[in-house]
């Protein structure tokens, strides 16, 4: 069972930046696929971001495409989110979650079966 921690929440203004970082424990993610989901108060948990460990792919959400990246460093087995231009729109619970394996559902969050706790990002407008 692969673990996943992630850390780098805060309280930024908006326009700001925030890197979220994920680290996954165990070794070898050969074929790992890994995102990124957001859930605000109320509100149902939304795909951001996703890649696939080799690097190949990445995936991004409309709202974030052009803002958010994402990228991993297999060196410490973990995988960032780097968000800029923050809004206040953007405040919500993050969630890194995996999958061995690519799925062409990778924007839904059922087909991943390994989550971190979250972290929360709050933007101030």
């Known amino acids: 069972q692969v673990q996943l921690v992630e850390s780098g929440g805060g309280l930024v203004q908006a326009g700001g930046s925030l890197r979220l970082s994920c680290a996954a424990s165990g070794r070898n993610f050969v074929g790992y696929f890994l995102g990124w989901f957001r859930q605000a108060p109320g509100k149902e948990r939304d795909f951001v971001a996703a890649m696939r460990w080799s690097g190949s792919g990445t995936y991004y959400a409309d709202s974030v495409k052009g803002r958010f990246t994402i990228s991993r460093d297999n060196a410490k087995n973990t995988v960032y989110l780097q968000m800029n231009s923050l809004k206040f729109e953007d405040t919500a619970v993050y969630y890194c979650?995996?999958?061995?394996?690519?799925?062409?559902?990778?924007?839904?969050?059922?087909?991943?079966?390994?989550w971190g706790q979250g972290t929360q990002v709050t933007v101030s407008s």
């Open positions: 979650a995996g999958r061995w394996g690519y799925s062409a559902e990778y924007r839904s969050s059922g087909v991943y079966n390994n």
